[in-house]
């Protein structure tokens, strides 16, 4: 377990939790000011949470989907996987996507999208003339499975 810091930016911001002891991700939570934000199909609306966090150096906060939220509302964020970098400050907002085809609305304190707080490592990109061949070589988009 690693100590993350944050600091709430609005007074009814909402920690982020996990749901369960064994949860990878943790819950974030809309922070509208007590307000309903309606999202049109297809429309994209960025939602606060109120909260600003100190990621420690060597880990990334990666913003995912909840997949209750995503299937059975067609909510998600709409970058996919957003990156917060450990140098970030600022208030943690989520980009919602509405791919529904009727219009959805987001309470104020609703889980909107999970959290994983993750190790990642720097590449120290090196030029060179070739690289090591391998089976699969240059093909990609679903090649792996193709006999």
């Known amino acids: 377990m690693v100590d993350v810091k944050f600091v709430k930016l609005c007074d009814k911001a909402t920690v982020p939790t996990y749901g369960t002891e064994f949860s990878a991700g943790a819950d974030l939570y809309a922070c509208n000011n007590g307000e309903s934000i309606p999202i049109k199909s297809g429309e994209t609306v960025l939602v ?43 208030e943690i907002m989520v980009p919602i996507l509405n791919h529904s085809n ?6 104020d ?16 990109f090196v030029q060179t003339d070739s690289l090591d061949d391998t089976i699969r070589s240059d093909k990609g988009f679903g090649s792996t499975g193709i006999k």
Not at 102 to 107: D, E, K, L, R, Y
Not at 109 to 122: H, N, S
């Open 102 to 107: 009727t219009v959805q609305q987001i309470s």
């Open 109 to 124: 304190g609703e889980r909107i999208a999970q959290l994983i707080i993750m190790p990642y490592v720097c590449a120290n």
């Open 48 to 90: 606060h949470t109120g909260i600003a966090l100190e990621i420690p150096n060597g880990y990334a906060g990666m913003i995912f989907a909840r997949s209750g939220t995503a299937t059975k509302r067609g909510l998600a964020p709409a970058n996919k996987v957003g990156v917060i970098d450990s140098d970030y400050r600022g």
